[in-house]
Structure formats: structure tokens, C-alpha cells
């Protein structure tokens, strides 16, 4: 039997050194391909490229090794290899090494964890992984990526091996600044952003808002099995999400509804 095929992706383009780490971390699990976005993605969430042709190109990265890149979505790429552009159909996709955490709630604006998603709902095993940035994130150094790809290959393994996950499924996985204090499986938390709208003038006068946020320093009171918390106390978050969004135990409650609402004749 053949080394198993890992199908790698991120939001944050081909070039992005966290996905660099990321390949050649799983070039020792087994065959990496890599079908990435030509340019960044982030919160793109399940975006899809429907109303233009998508390209798909051969380029080389700065180690020399030759990867595919599209002008699609994180979702696309994944779709894309999927439908038949890669080699094989991938044992596992994992998409990241994300710049920045995608915790909590806010996962669902994540073009890292759309495209572990698009993955899951095919069938496939997958992993969004993100290293987290800090409060601080856009003023601080690139990070070193390394240790969050040696965590990943160390779920490759497992998923690959003893542990594969159930269909409709995947792992969202966050890594801590520093050194990691260990290693917690976590349910969702809630935001870790402070919205905020900026107001302001155009050089011709007209009216502009940009959308803005301010990430938390610390996690929200009783969190303490949360992704959120996880992060912030230094520990990798391993959280399993699934498709099924339906709040099953909101079904039966809702039961009665169905004959007390009078339908239109028209």
C-alpha cells in the first residue's frame, strides 16, 4: 500500500509561510499536494467561485518544490481537487497554517476551517489548523510555524491510523504563542473580537465605515472547556465540529408549530 495522500490548502495564499511549514512538515506522513489560492482569502468563510472560469496554474515555492495555485477560494481549491485535478482522491485535507486563531463562534467567518468544511462534507477526513497571533497580531513578527505543523502531523498520523473521524465531522485545531502547556480537546467558545464601526470622510466628502475589532485579552467567565480558554491559557485547542448545524434538541419543542401556523391558499 501507497503513502496516503494529504491534500493542503489555506486562506491565506500560496505563499504564506505557514503553509509552507505545513508542507513540508506532512512530506514525511506521506504524498503532499498542494492546490492553494493565488492570493489571500481570509474570512471568506464557505465562499465559492461561480460566476467566472477558474484557473489552475503550476508554480514553484521558494524551496523549489512545484505546487498548484487558482484564483478560487479556499472552498474551490478544495472542490477543485476533489472533482478530479488531484493525482487521487486525498486521504485527508488540511488547510492552514492559519495566521491568526480561528476560536469560538467566529469560526464560521474562517476561510481555513470553509475549506476543512468543503472536505468533510465530501467525505473526506480534515483539519483546519491556525497559529495563533496574539492581541497584538498585526504588529507582531511572523511566527515560527513550525511547532503548530509538527501538531498537525501528529493528527495526520492519528486520524490516518487509529482514530479516523466520524463522516460530516473535522478538527479545528489552535495553537498558542510560545511553547504549549499541552494539549486540550474543547467545545466552541463565544467571540473573542470586540466589534467596533469606524466612521469617516473620503477625500471628496462622501461617507466610508470600515468594520473593525478588538481581540479580547482574556477569555470570558465560564469557559473553561472552550477552544477560547484553551488558547489563552496556552494550550492547544483540538475542537471537533460537524455540518449538521440543527439544534436537535430546539426540533421537538418547534414539533407543535406544524399545525399551528395557517398556511397561505396563494
Request: hydrophobic share 40%; with cysteine.
Amino acid at each position: 500500500m501507497g503513502k496516503p495522500l494529504i491534500l493542503i490548502t489555506n486562506d491565506d495564499g500560496y505563499l504564506a509561510p505557514g503553509l509552507l511549514a505545513l508542507r513540508e512538515e506532512l512530506s514525511e506522513v506521506g504524498e503532499v499536494w498542494v492546490l492553494a489560492p493565488d492570493r489571500n482569502w481570509s474570512a471568506a468563510s464557505r465562499t465559492r467561485v461561480f460566476h467566472k472560469p477558474l484557473r489552475v496554474s503550476p508554480v514553484r515555492l521558494p524551496d523549489g518544490v512545484v505546487v498548484h495555485i487558482t484564483n478560487g477560494s479556499p472552498s474551490d481549491c478544495v472542490s477543485l481537487a476533489l472533482l478530479g485535478l488531484a493525482p487521487r482522491r486525498p486521504d485527508i485535507v488540511v488547510s492552514g497554517i492559519n495566521a491568526g486563531a480561528n476560536l469560538g463562534r467566529d469560526v464560521t467567518y474562517s476561510g481555513t476551517v470553509a475549506a476543512a468544511m468543503e472536505a468533510a462534507q465530501a467525505g473526506v477526513q480534515a483539519i483546519a489548523v491556525s497559529q495563533d497571533l496574539g492581541p497584538e497580531e498585526g504588529d507582531r513578527e511572523e511566527p515560527d510555524y513550525r511547532r503548530a505543523a509538527r501538531i498537525a502531523a501528529g493528527l495526520v498520523e492519528l486520524l490516518l491510523g487509529e482514530k479516523p473521524l466520524p463522516p460530516g465531522t473535522l478538527l479545528n485545531v489552535n495553537v498558542p504563542l510560545g511553547e504549549p502547556k499541552g494539549l486540550r480537546v474543547t467545545r466552541l467558545g463565544t467571540s473573542i473580537w470586540r466589534d467596533y464601526l469606524v466612521k469617516g470622510k473620503d477625500p471628496r466628502g462622501r461617507d466610508y465605515y470600515w468594520l473593525a475589532g478588538e481581540m479580547m485579552t482574556s477569555p470570558p467567565p465560564g469557559e473553561e472547556d472552550t477552544d477560547v480558554w484553551a488558547v489563552f491559557s496556552g494550550y492547544v485547542s483540538v475542537t471537533p465540529l460537524q455540518l449538521d448545524l440543527t439544534d436537535h434538541r430546539l426540533l421537538e419543542e418547534l414539533r407543535p408549530w406544524e399545525t399551528k401556523i395557517t398556511l397561505p391558499s396563494r
